[in-house]
């Protein structure tokens, strides 16, 4: 599976984030209490960029209507935990001073 870099090591702080454009895929990675996230940048809500968003704890909320995810299940708080799809997360991967996810091909050209 093909290795795509989000970040290199030396630049997560608390604080940062990043946008990062994939075929077919918009990742948003960030650096929040000592650890990496990497999730889709879109709220499975109205496909509103979550990098405009805020993070607090372990859930990022999203700016147009206030749904927050958790960031360790995707799932959705509130009301709208049973009703919308679970944020995408994907796992991190660090490469020498890297730090990315892999993503198997197929995956990129089916979404």
Sequence with gaps: MP?????KTNELEDGFKRVV???????????HQG??????????????PLATGTVEANTIRCRAHGIG??????QADG??????????RFDV????YMVGITLDDDFLHEH
Excluded: Q, S
């Design 69 to 74: 995810f958790d960031l360790t299940t995707g």
């Design 35 to 48: 650890e990496v996230h990497v999730i889709e940048d879109r709220c499975p809500h109205m496909d509103v």
């Design 3 to 7: 290795f795509y870099t989000l970040a």
């Design 21 to 31: 454009k994939l075929p077919n895929l918009n990742v948003l990675v960030f650096y």
């Design 93 to 96: 991967v660090y490469r020498d």
């Design 79 to 88: 009301i709208w935990g049973d009703t919308l799809a679970c944020l995408r």
